[in-house]
């Protein structure tokens, strides 16, 4: 009891400071408001609602990657709480590399008045969807090792 309680109030207070930062950076009034991004000649625009979880699961993910490292991957319920938020973060980095993979080499929209461009052979990925990869493949075996740690640590308890 003692345990699960102190977990709650851990992933409480780091949602609460994660709700904290995110409204310091785009106050109050960016909850009912849209952002832009422009990535060169393409605007995408996202509800700051959405950019509100995706910010939650990566700032959740790193506090309690430090968490279970600093006790030693000994709590069961902070493991799965970790395994939780890494499953989340490897559905977050697989959609990018979908959704990378998909705009390489392409104009979303292009101008009507526009002359037709020869689209290139090459992804145009470069290296940045490489990298993404690899940080998926490493965080699938993160997630492989830990279960593999509380599955251990459940029995034996």
Known sequence: ??????EF????????????TYFMFLGFAGLNSSIDINF???YFI???????FIYLIF??????????I?????SIVSNCIFMLSNILVISSLVFGL????????RTLY????AVPVEINSSSGLGSSWYIMLCLCIALILLEVWVLKLTIKKARNH
């Open 1 to 6: 009891m003692k345990q699960s309680l102190r």
């Open 9 to 20: 109030a851990y992933i409480t207070v780091t949602i609460l400071a994660c709700l904290i």
């Open 98 to 105: 979908m959704f990378s993979y998909q705009l390489a080499g």
């Open 46 to 52: 996202f509800q700051s609602l959405q950019l509100i």
């Open 110 to 113: 292009p101008p009507l008045s």
């Open 59 to 68: 700032f959740t993910f790193i506090v309690y990657l430090i968490r279970v």
């Open 40 to 42: 060169h000649d393409t």
């Open 70 to 74: 600093t006790i030693k991957f000994s």
